[in-house]
């Protein structure tokens, strides 16, 4: 095989990756910029651009060691980053990143296609084989050092001319379409490594108490004890509030809550587009604004400052992932199998409803005491839809049988999606019917609330976790909704909370509305941020 030079190398590599990697990057490029005139000039200036910084990139890093396992390892990830990016319209962000390194197996599996292994394959594994074979002509040190600081000087300075002299383009690239760049194959997913790595690794966590003057006042008549609170928290998965009927959705998609006495919130909005970003700062102290990654697992949440009461009895039952750090210093039970979870398919599909076996048990064990139980859903995880239901659950046909959204019609995407809605409504409405008998010794209550949404092919967008400032609403517009039973119906004037319902909230609210539910005293409680505080009734 004939030898190259590093450079040589790397400079075929670089335009290897600009041409075959960034089918995502260059179509939204053509989309925001028509192919005519002078963007015919500004688009192929972007391309050459690209190849210099990739160049730039892989000579900063490059020696006889190290230039082969840098480019082999790069085109294996790029690899499949191209394929979600061109798939499922994804970007490839720290919180992307983090969403999977917290995804199991089982979750996993469902991105497993024939099409992710083509492109695996032939943008993967074969040209990783070729370099791999390549004969490199090293020069001496000296003039490998020579021929190295000369290349990332010529790669610097074609990269400024090309800014300088499109410097009105590249001023509008650079600020007015600021998402382009999250579609830059493999110098995005190499930054969000970066900063993913920073955040995980900042050194030994010290978690800072929060509520530690959490406490609840239990009063009680001469001829009476103080009913304690019975409350269900369901965490939903991916359901996105124009898929509920009781939202106007054409659908019957909530047949059976519809017959419940429930307050729906049709206005209510996630933290963020991942399982990995919401559901820690949906429980956390800060809001939308204030939290971050490193914020939210050095701080106690929610859960913690019931517990501080020493009245509340706090249980996270998961059929998802994993609690994303929320249930570390509480009672924890995984139902993602069969070793757990009692209603699972022959394929290791773990049903929701399987959350609520055993329960009684648990009710009888903590008798007379608060409780709060955690209901983590597998809901409708996606891609594979059609997986999240049984059969008689398959209400709206046809659906799509494949996680390769993109091959099936909207309207089968649609259904698969919409079973899965179906499912939900029914598990909502067994925890209903789970709570019933208790309201007669507990104030009783459920309070469902989704993660994030979804996107269902809408311009040609799946799945989740797109940056929140660019995700569609899809992705943000979340399902939530209150059901409450027993005493604690003449605690709370539903009537008054139906009137401002519709008002626009947000999961920031959830902290300091569980707070209000179990009437916990404590300086972080705010009452303009507990959603029911102004239909609470005065004692």
Known sequence: MKKFSQLKLIFISAIFFTLFFNFSFLKNILNTYSFEGLNIVYICSVAILLISALILLFTLFSSRYTTKPILIITLIISSFTAYFMDTYHVVIDDGMIRNSMQTNLSESSDLFSLKLVIYVCLLGLLPSYIVYKMKIDYKPLKKELFSKLKTIFLSLIVILIIIFSFSKFYTSFFREHKPLRYHVNPIYWIYSIGKYMIASNSG???????????????????NEVEKTELIIMVVGEAARANRF????????????????????????????????????????????????????????????????????????????????????????????????????????ECRDEGMLVG????????????????????????????????????????????????????????NAYDNAILYTDYFLS?????????????????????????????NGIYLHGLPYFMAPDEQKHIGALLWVGGEMKEDIDLAKLSTYKDKEFSQDNLFHTLLGLFEVETKVYKKEMDILFDARKPE
């Open 204 to 222: 030994p966590i010290i978690v800072k108490t929060v509520g530690e003057d959490a406490k609840i006042q239990k009063e009680a008549s001469d």
């Open 245 to 348: 009927s009781l939202n106007g959705y054409e659908k019957e998609t909530n047949p059976l809550l519809k017959k419940e006495e429930i307050i729906n919130f049709p206005n209510m909005y996630s933290c963020g587009t991942s399982t990995a970003e919401s559901v820690p700062c949906m429980f956390s102290i800060f809001d939308k604004a204030d939290y971050d990654y490193k914020k939210g697992i050095s701080t106690e949440n929610v859960l913690d400052v019931l517990t501080h009461t020493k009245y509340v009895n706090v249980l996270w039952r998961d059929n998802n992932s994993d609690s994303k750090g929320n249930a570390l210093r509480v009672d924890f039970e995984d139902f993602r199998t069969s070793k757990s979870n009692t209603i699972c398919e022959e394929d290791g």
């Open 359 to 414: 329960l009684d048990e648990y009710i009888k064990k903590h008798k007379g005491e608060d409780i709060l139980i955690v209901l983590h859903q597998m809901g409708n995880h996606g891609p594979a839809y059609y997986k999240r239901y049984p059969k008689e659950f398959e209400k709206f046909t046809p659906i799509c049988k494949t996680n390769q959204l993109e091959q099936c019609t909207q309207e089968e995407v649609s």
């Open 430 to 458: 067994k925890v209903i019917n789970f709570l019933k008998p208790y309201s007669n010794d507990y104030e009783t209550a459920m309070l469902y609330m989704s993660d994030h949404g979804e996107s269902l092919g809408e």
